[in-house]
């Protein structure tokens, strides 16, 4: 193969992709578009089905059925399965994947041996990617004479070095703790976007979805439940499902007592808390109430208010975090810049835009093609 | 796993941006080395196996009676001399095994529980005792003691000894030096896993000493338990003593009586298929109670946070008694027979009736100029570099489908049918493969290989390969998949990816694993005696026929020199390793 002089990003296609393990369906007639140059985030559970689409998209694992392409280039329809390493990709591995027998120079040179470039040009690149990522000096270091930061930076370096026009991520931070995995998430996202390639990332920590995504897709039982701007995401999720994963403070069980729209009004006991509806709701419909963390404050006050009692606080540097119990139920993260005392009684009010109600898990199935309905129109 | 990359035909990318029928079809057939694999196993293992042992029960089948189906054949097994032989052979099976494993605690707790000056000595004689087969304990023991043997011409008088150790006492005890290195690594394994923190449980909730130790023995007992089933499987399926001391002192085990069964003119190979299985049975059994007994407590007590146990610092008289007790079982398993063996090969005359013997190394002398005693040597290295090569080739791939993280059809036919094969008796496997080749339908297909060469080194890569593999799958099963992802996703194929990232991960391991397969082989008995070409012995039939005809001092001089020539070829090939393999590959074994 030649070397490109630039990244030619593909545009990834999945068309009705399944996958089953025995009697478990990892992928279940999946769908998705990833346009060129984009950084989409799959957020997922354990089991959701986001590795096997990952693995199946490198190559690893073959479908059993379904079609995808890299713009207009077939690599897996129904039986034909282009192997791997003839996909032009690279990929970031949860446990690093890091060869034990070879250094990080030559880890990372393994990648650029299908570009075929001579020995000067391949070793100026090799050490190039490993300034990039701040270990230009670590080339002769085998893995185990590195960190876990600088193990998954090695496998950031090798991913990138060859300059693949599709770059996959397989929950890359997840063995680090959280200030490493804070800084490698910003040198993901500013070298993925510098080199231009499309990228993948599958993750089941929202923050971390959140920070990277040009889009997110939600997966759950194989099936993707979403796929929007993470913004549309936070505000707008699709079900109560997506709305759970995404973040929530807290949840309480109640009833419609007034509908107009999007907007509802929902009793809880002798209480009304004001609420947005992603989905159709009608009065009299039991509905589980989902909080999310930025709906939550002690201080802007307005009518959607509830009595609450703390029962934890924590100091987390730039104010205090707490946790409240009121008689629906226990809200957590509730930020204030003041601490409140454990016992101490406060009114928490509640931001009616970031309080969603969906229909309850005994109308969940009645709903749920109005919500497609509903998603499918956005 | 990404094995399946296809060594033999490389799946090619359409050149459309559609994949034509033709790339589909293609794409669809993989001719790979699993397939391969597959195709090998069957031919050398499989099917010399499963056809030999069902005529046990179908003689028909096989043109060796009129019975489509019977029992008949495994009456004489449970009567006459070889229901003796059997019953003989389950005795000293479990006497082996009860002796074995006492001794083997013994030295685990003075190796690893305390501080006696001689347990360095020990670690090299297990692995000694690994490496040297029983017909040659039993042949160095059998030249001190035997008449007008090393002892008597020293002027002892040891007939006493000689009288029990050509019976069944004997017998027991070389099986028993066999079975102490297997016994030891079990119950060794399981002792270090035993961490202070389990005594001191006992103790902080008001245990006596005495609690804590029954703590500890209840823990230890299946570790105890899986010692004995290995000692007891691989006790009754000896062949080497059966062929040395049970031979000489008449007293029938039932690999010999096999042995002799298939001697027999004409050879009544129901009757010996319906010995294999019981034996085979027997040997089952016991491995299915170890691995019944593995899966028990003894791994629990392993875990990252296990604490080694204390050391006793044993007082003066403790370091001399205990070191006196580990250099006596130092001489008694390794001592005598190197002894025997090293001054029968010296010594001229051995085995005539001379009144005048001298010590010298002419026997050495003959052996490297006479081609009758240094071929057999030349022919079993030949052989040995073969067997080891396709045994470890094909072992690498069947641990690689044993480790693999799917559960398929394949992974469970391969881990049952090489946990039976290691349960096989060399002998039996033999038998096998004489039977199997010598049908009229298989020399029909045009397969005229018995009594060739071929076929020896055919059989001696089956027999080592189910051991083999067994040995590869622990380092197998330590190497992450996602490195072979990662080196595919990489721009590697499969063949390639196996090369740069598999081999190197476990190239000590496969040296090691080679290594002991060519040092197996080189000294192996059972299956060289049963299928070696005419005119063409291997080293084991070399020493036998030396012996056989009293060329005592030539014998044991190829004994030695064989087991030099093994020790030579170890140490060659860790030079090579050591010197030019790449660094990194040489790190990582070394941790393990």
Redesign the interface.
Known sequence: MKEKSAVNAYRVEIKGASKHYGALKALNNFDLTIEPGTFTVLLGPSGSGKSTLIRSIAGIERLDSGRITFGDRVVADNGFHMAPEKRDLAMVFQDYALWPHMTAFENVAYALKRRNLDTTESNRRVNEALERVGLSAKGPNYPFQLSGGEQQRVALARAIVGRPSLLLFDEPLSNLDADLRERLRVEIATLTREIGATACYITHDQSEAFALADQIGVLRAGELQQIAAPEEIYRTPANRFVASFTGISGSFQGTVVEANGHKVEVALGKRRLECRAPAFLKVGDAVEVLVRPSATSFKDRNSNSLPATVLDVAYRGRGYEHVVECDFGVISSVFDSDSNARGSKVDIYIDPHHCLAFPSEKLAEVAAPIEELSSSKK | M?LG?GLLVR?R??FS???SNL??VI??IRITPMAVFWTLITFILVIPIVLFLSVAFSPRLMSQGHQWFTLASFKPVFSGAYGVALLHSLILGVVAAVGAMTIALSMAFLVIRTNTPARILWNTTIFALFLAPSYLIALGWQRLFEQHGILEIMGFQVEPIRNLLYGPVGICMVLMVKGIPFAYLVIANAMRGLGEEFEQAVRVHGGSRLEAFKVMAALLMPSLFSAMAIVFAEAISDFGVASTLSSVGHFSVATYQLYQGINAIPVNFPVSAATSITLLSLVILAILAQNRALRGRSFRTLSGRTRPATVTKLSFFGKITTSGYIIILLLITLGIPVFGAISASMLQGLGSLLSHYSINFSNYSRVLHSRFLRNPLIYSTEMSLIAATIAVSLAAIASKVLTSARNSRGKRFVDFFLLAAVALPGIVFAIGYIFTYNLKFINDLGLHIYGTSFLLALAYSANALPSTSRSLVGNMGQI?E??M??????????ARAWF??TM??I?RPLLIAWLLTFSGTLLELPVSELLYPPGSPPVAVGIELSLAGFDFGGGTAIEVLSILWALVVVAIAFFLFNRFA?P??K??GNQR
Do not use: F, I, K, T
């Open positions: 990404a990359g799946r990318v359409p941006n559609e994949p790339s589909r794409n669809r992450q996602s490195m992802d990662a080196a595919r996703v990489h721009g590697s194929g499969g740069d990232v190197p991960l190239a790449p990194g590959w790190r990582l």
